[in-house]
């Protein structure tokens, strides 16, 4: 399965993106990770085949909204009020399993996407 990642850009802070990510195969828990230089990947939000269940990292809760299509193999990330620590490069990672809970660590999924770099200024 190969996810190709897109959406972002440079914006203002307080304004709003939508990242989204397609998936050339069948996934199972779709994410959205964020990386900045020097450090790791971090988690930002997760979301299950079915869509109920999701999980956000603390730092995006109320401002960033994970959802999929799964009819396109799609999983989008609606990001709002968006802040300079956001910046980041942000890939979707995807797994060829379901859990039942949606795993943070980013060793747990098998797929990943190239990555699309989001900058946020001040």
């Known amino acids: 399965v190969q996810l190709q990642a897109s959406g972002g850009g440079l914006v203002q802070a307080g304004d709003s993106l939508r990242l989204s990510c397609a998936a050339s195969g069948r996934t199972y828990v779709m994410a959205w990770f964020r990386q900045t230089p020097g450090k790791e990947r971090e988690f930002v939000a997760g979301i299950d085949r079915t869509g109920v269940r999701k999980n956000y990292a603390e730092s995006v809760k109320g401002r960033f909204t994970i959802s999929r299509m799964n009819a396109e193999n799609t999983v989008y990330l609606q990001v709002n009020s968006l802040k300079p620590e956001d910046t980041a490069v942000y890939y979707c990672?995807?797994?060829?399993?379901?859990?039942?809970?949606?795993?943070?660590?980013?060793?747990?999924?098998?797929?990943w996407g190239q990555g699309t770099l989001v900058t946020v200024s001040s």
């Open positions: 990672a995807a797994t060829f399993r379901p859990y039942g809970i949606i795993p943070t660590s980013a060793s747990t999924y098998n797929y």
